[in-house]
Every structure is written in C-alpha cells, then in structure tokens.
C-alpha cells in the first residue's frame, strides 16, 4: 500500500519544500519507489528538482483543471533517478484556487486532486508507488485542502521559533476539521525540525512546548495523538540552500554533508513510523 | 512628509515582520515618530509588540470593512514608547479579502486602507508621523496590494538564497502594475539581506545577482531605478528570534546585540536614502 504524505505549514520559508525534496530523494536510496507532487505556484520542489516550470506544457495544475487529464501522463522521472517521480507545477496554478471555487459548496473542489490520483494511489496503473510526497503552498487553502484529503498523514516541518508555535494549533484544527469532513484516517505523523539551532534556548524551549502539547494528546481522539517530533533534527547547513541552485538533491550535490545525514535519519525515522499502523 | 513604507516580500519567512518591528523601533531612536501597520492576519508583528489579537476588540480589520471605523482610535501606543504607535492585525483579517471583493472592480477594494489612513498621512490628526511602516503577508493578495497603493516606497526584505531570486521578479512586477495602475509616485528604496550568512559563497552569489539586476534598471522608468541593498546586512543572531517571546523589540530585550545594531545601521540608511527625494 502507498503512503501518502502531505509536507504542511502555513507559516512560510519553514523547510517543506526542502524536506519534500531530500526526504523523497533519501527514501529513493533505501529503494522505494518515490513521487514527488508540487502544489506550490511558486513551484520550488519542480526547480529544486531540475524543471524549469516555464518550460512546461503540462503540469498539476491541468490535473486540477481538466476533465482529460490523466495523472499517469503528467508524471514524469527525475532525471537520473529512475525510483523518484515528480507532478511538477507551474505559475498557471495560481489560478488554480480561483477555477475551482465554483465546485467547493458541492465539496468536490477539496477533493479534485484525490479523485484524479486514485488510478495511481491504487497501484493499478502503469506508475506505482510506495511514498507520495505533496509539497504545500504556505497557506491553508484550497491547493493545501487537496493535499489533506488526498493524504494518509501529515508531517510538519517547522522552525523552532517562537511564532512557530503561533500557527501550530490553528494547522493541527485545519486537520483535525478535514479529518471529520473528509478524510477520517488522516494521521499527523510527527513534526521535523527544519533549520535547527540545536545549542540554542529558543530551540530547546520550543521543542519542549511542542513535545508537551503533543503528550497532552496521546489519549484523545486527536489527529495527532501518536505524533512525534522526528529525531534528530536537520541541522541549519548552508549546502541544504544551495543544492537548489544546482537543480540537485543533496545526495547529488553534497553527498556527505550534515545535510545528507540528517535527511537520510529522518527517512529511516519516517519509514519506521510507518510500521504496524 | 510622512514615509510610507511598505516591507514586502511574497515569499514566506524572510524577515518582514522582523525588520518591520526593529527598524520601526531604531527609527524611533533616532527620534522619528514611527507607526507601524499589520496587515498579516497571522498578527506577528502585533504578537511582536507585546499585544495579544485575541484581545483586540478593534484592528485594521475593522478600518478595512467597517465604514464608521476612525484610524485615529484604532491606532495605539507601543506600551513604554510613546513615539512607536501600532495599528494592530486580528486573525478576522483573513477574511478581508473575501469581504472586499466585490469592490475589486472599481479599484476601490485595493485603496481602502489609503483611503482610510487618509487623515492619518496628511497629519491632519491628532496623531501624526514621520513614518509609516506597513508589515505584509506572505503574497501579493489584496491585503499586499492595499499596502502598495498607500505606501510611497518599497523595502524588500529577503533571504540571500537561490530560491529568494525566483520570486524578485514577480514582486517587481506587481510593483510596476500598481504604480501604473493606482500610485505614479511608489518606488523600490531597497533591498534588506535578513539572517546573512555573509561567509557563504551562496550569499555572495546571491547578492551579486541582485545587485547586477539593480545596475541593469538603472537608466530605465522602472520603480526600482534607484534601489540599493542596503548595506551592511542582517547578520543571523538568535537575539532576534527571542525578542517576538518577550513582546519586545531587540532594543529592550538585547539592546547591546548584533541584531540591534545592524537594525540601527538600517534605520540610518533608510533616512539617509529619504534626503533629497
Ligand atoms: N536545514 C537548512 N539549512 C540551511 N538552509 C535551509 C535549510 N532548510 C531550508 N533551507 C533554506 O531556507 C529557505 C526556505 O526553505 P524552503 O523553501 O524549503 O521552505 P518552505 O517552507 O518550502 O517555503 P515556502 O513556504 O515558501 O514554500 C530556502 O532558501 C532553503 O534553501
Ligand atoms: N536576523 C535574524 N536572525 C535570526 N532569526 C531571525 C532573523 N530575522 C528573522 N528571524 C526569525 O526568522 C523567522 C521568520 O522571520 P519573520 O517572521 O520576520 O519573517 P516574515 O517574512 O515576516 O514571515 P511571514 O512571511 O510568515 O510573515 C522568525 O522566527 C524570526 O524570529
Ligand atoms: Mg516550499
Ligand atoms: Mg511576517
């Protein structure tokens, strides 16, 4: 069966797209067979992936938009990688919100990327997977509402930063609210520390008010009552922000960095997770 | 005159409500007196100085949708600094833009907050400044667009990483638009290097980039003809994302700090590039 994850925070600048790329590229190294999906207009995951957006003819944002489209022609192998995939986006999906409107009383616009990725959710297609990865725009709408009714879990990168923790619970109620209207076995699966300062107080300070709000949970029926902060943290590493520039993942670019490391426990960490759920 | 000055930046996390909150109060240092604007329903700038939104029984909101709102009452003192005045962010923002839009046709949804802020700018009122500063969202949404089209000038607030490279041109354009289309007189002053990592070769590049693209406008009718990066950066010091905690500006929580001095440098470059325009 395919996991299906949502990399999510409103809050902007926070890691998901680096996240999305280098844990989608680390789970590739331990063998599984990766798609990569960009919901973001500002189409990062496609360029940090290789892609020019501007050089597209097809993207997820036709997905969304026409009746014809079909997911499995629209996904293409990253170059050089034959295990990772990517629905790459473009500028055009800023409209994206917009068109869609009109389909949202019925509920069918929250579910417009679900219904169109089912024949490769299922398997059933020429293209299968075993991890999906939606990289989310920084906002709680429409785009990001596809990705939680499309995804079995969440997993939330965020800055051990004071304003974090601000948007944190109104993130977790968006899940808990997609998770009653539409998507009951939506699971938060943990929280990865993107960018981190470990020898900081801020961090430590922030890391604990989060583990003692996720402890306050374990025996509700929450959403995220089994979530835990991925260990260890990725460590701030310049080479992180430069490999985009390169059209590369770290494993490409730097593949000893503390950058590479980092990503590559936090896979291990993600598929043990996913163990006996 | 008063400056009015729009910190913008679509994309999330670089530093706006930072450089919004410090510069704001190293303005006032210098003796200027200083109100700052938050038009992020995300309300950190608000969180920042020392007030809590989900207090607020009146904010910019209410200015924005509300016909009897007054600017004047809306407008508070920053508590311990009688010449930094804030006019505060509630979460109800996020529905601004929805409730604006049936205004959007005739122009006048995107000069509300102009409109309204009318008396405030002229000096007119009781409460007059030297300077506005308006914090944006994380886009180029109809909250953002209300900031261009009151604002007399434009501060960019960014990150030196490739991705922060993608996103110039798209803001640029949105500020040629808006001075075509609403406010002849809206200029780019600069650019602001937030949490620099001068060391890194990435920065430099980066810096290099924009700098060349600067120099490559400098002869032409576009807005941003006359910015500069103003130097010398916002060097990464943890100081700074502490102070937001503690409801303070790094001026009353680490006044002795990296952070609090090169805000003071960049407050000074700022009035410097106001003389003789
Ligand atoms: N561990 C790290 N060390 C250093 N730089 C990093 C690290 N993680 C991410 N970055 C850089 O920080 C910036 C923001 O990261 P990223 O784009 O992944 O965040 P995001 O949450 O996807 O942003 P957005 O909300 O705009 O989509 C990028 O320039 C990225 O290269
Ligand atoms: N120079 C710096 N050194 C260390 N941390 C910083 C620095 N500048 C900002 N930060 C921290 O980085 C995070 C993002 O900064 P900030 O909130 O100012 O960005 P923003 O552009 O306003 O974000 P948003 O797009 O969400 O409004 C915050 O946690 C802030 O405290
Ligand atoms: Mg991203
Ligand atoms: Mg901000």
Redesign the pocket.
């Known amino acids: 069966p395919c996991r299906v994850i949502a990399l999510l925070n409103q809050?902007?600048?926070v890691g998901k797209t680096t996240t999305t790329a280098n844990l989608g590229a680390a789970l590739g190294r331990e063998g599984c067979r990766v798609l990569m999906v960009d919901l973001d207009p500002q189409a990062h995951l496609t360029i940090h992936l290789g892609v020019d957006p501007n050089e597209l003819e097809s993207s997820v944002y036709h997905l969304l938009t026409d009746d014809d489209a079909d997911a499995q022609q629209l996904i293409r192998t990253v170059e050089g990688h034959e295990n990772l995939s990517l629905l790459p986006a473009e500028v055009n999906l800023a409209g994206a919100e917009t068109e869609l409107a009109p389909k949202m009383v019925t509920g069918s616009a929250q579910r417009v990327l679900r219904d169109r990725l089912a024949g490769v959710l299922s398997g059933d297609g020429e293209k299968k997977f075993d991890y999906v990865l939606i990289d989310c725009p920084p906002s709680l709408g429409l785009l990001t509402i596809n990705a939680l009714t499309t995804a079995s879990e969440v997993v939330v990168p965020m800055?051990a930063?004071?304003?974090?923790l601000q948007g944190l619970s109104k993130l977790l109620e968006t899940v808990q609210l997609i998770r009653q209207g539409f998507n009951p076995s939506l699971r938060v699966t943990g929280m990865v520390l993107c960018m981190h300062e470990a020898q900081t107080i801020l961090a430590s300070e922030v890391v604990a008010d989060v583990k003692a709000f996720l402890d306050a949970g374990r025996s509700l029926d929450v959403p995220w009552r089994q979530a835990v902060v991925f260990d260890p943290p990725i460590r701030r590493n310049i080479k992180l922000a430069e490999s985009p520039s390169f059209g590369k993942t770290i494993y490409d670019y730097a593949p000893t960095s503390n950058g590479a490391d980092d990503y590559r426990k936090l896979a291990a960490s993600v598929i043990a997770a996913g163990v006996g759920q």
Do not use: E, I
């Open positions: 809050k902007g600048g800055q930063h004071f304003l974090a």
